[in-house]
């Protein structure tokens, strides 16, 4: 069974860079689209991203683009999410997830909560 | 960006019986392969989302048959033929044919 895990700071500064990493566990890293979504505190979801398991060509959000880099490191089977610049907009549970090449999700984390505050 | 569309976006229903729910997107989502990029996913109390559908109607594994999906082009519809308590959450559309990845709303299903 795949079991993805996501790491990192629960609470990060304004203007500071939030930094994530996802766990992939019982399953190969090969072959699959390591996606990034968040979902603000009673909201919806909102597709931040993903990058393929050989690290070249992310796909970003255009709203996000200017802030945000992917990177995946295979030898530890794991992927990393970097926003820059951050503000109280970007408080949200941040899932990883691994998605198809029809671009569907089908595992995700847990999620971790980030709150960005002072 | 695609706009995706649900409704209703609260949906009470009484536990053994159907409902449905509808999602529409602001574009076709038929791909030049002939596929239709559309997923559904269920998020219940507390967890994070769950595959139930993916090209709109192939089940994802685990999915219990009394969920069943479908649509074509722009229109949409993931029915649930029983309620069951356990089928309480959020319930998702997401679109997957064009970049950025859009989701719907979401639509809460609850127990009258």
């Known amino acids: 069974q795949v079991q993805l895990q996501e790491s990192g700071p629960g609470l990060v500064k304004p203007s500071e860079t939030l930094s994530l990493t996802c766990t992939v566990s019982?399953?190969?890293?090969?072959?699959?689209?390591w996606s990034w979504i968040r979902q603000p505190p009673g909201k919806g979801l909102e597709w931040i991203g993903y990058?393929?398991?050989?690290?070249?060509?992310?796909k970003y959000n255009p709203s996000l683009k200017s802030r945000l880099t992917m990177s995946v490191d295979t030898s530890k089977t794991q992927f990393s999410l970097k926003l820059s610049s951050v503000t109280a907009a970007d408080t949200a549970v941040y899932y990883c997830?691994?998605?198809?090449?029809?671009?569907?999700?089908?595992?995700w984390g847990q999620g971790t909560l980030v709150t960005v505050s002072s | 960006d695609i706009v995706m569309t649900q409704t209703p976006l609260s949906s009470p229903v009484t536990l053994g019986q159907p409902a449905s729910i509808s999602c529409r997107s602001s574009?076709?989502?038929?791909?030049?392969?002939?596929?239709?990029?559309l997923s559904w996913l269920q998020q219940r109390p507390g967890q994070p989302p769950r595959l139930l559908f993916y090209?709109?109607?192939n089940r994802f594994s685990g999915v219990p048959d009394r969920f069943s999906a479908s649509g074509a082009g722009t229109d949409f519809t993931l029915e649930i033929r029983r309620v069951e308590a356990e089928d309480v959450g959020v319930y998702y559309c997401?679109?997957?044919?064009?970049?950025?990845?859009?989701f719907g709303q979401g639509t809460k299903l609850e127990i009258k």
């Open positions: 997830a691994r998605g198809h090449g029809a671009g569907y999700l089908d595992y």
């Open positions: 019982g399953g190969s890293i090969n072959n699959h689209y």
């Open positions: 990058i393929f398991n050989d690290g070249g060509s992310p």
């Open positions: 574009q076709s989502l038929v791909y030049s392969d002939g596929n239709t990029y």
């Open positions: 090209k709109t109607s």
């Open positions: 997401m679109q997957s044919i064009q970049f950025p990845r859009t």
